[in-house]
């Protein structure tokens, strides 16, 4: 009686173990077709070129937020003053 619960324990252990076996079988070989595919290594360097970008574009507006601020506040001024010499 208990060998046969063992047995039937072990089947599906080994039932389990080989779909576990499938899947990463599976896994490994999607991931291999991705990594070979040029199209999407196409798509993947232009999403890191425009990450780049944008990073550098918001890294260069926070430097800069203070002189554009300055520059627009100085022109607000002159204009100002010229519309109330007018």
Do not use: P, R
């Amino acid at each position: 009686m208990w060998g046969t619960q063992i047995k039937f324990k072990l089947e599906i252990h080994k039932n389990m173990f080989s779909k576990l076996q499938d899947s990463a079988l599976k896994l490994y070989v999607a991931s291999q077709t991705l990594i070979s595919d040029e199209k999407g290594q196409d798509l993947i360097e232009y999403a890191v070129l425009c990450a780049l970008v944008a990073g550098v574009a918001i890294a260069a507006t926070t430097t800069l937020s203070g002189v554009i601020t300055n520059v627009f506040t100085t022109m607000g001024t002159k204009v100002n003053a010229a519309v109330n010499a007018a």
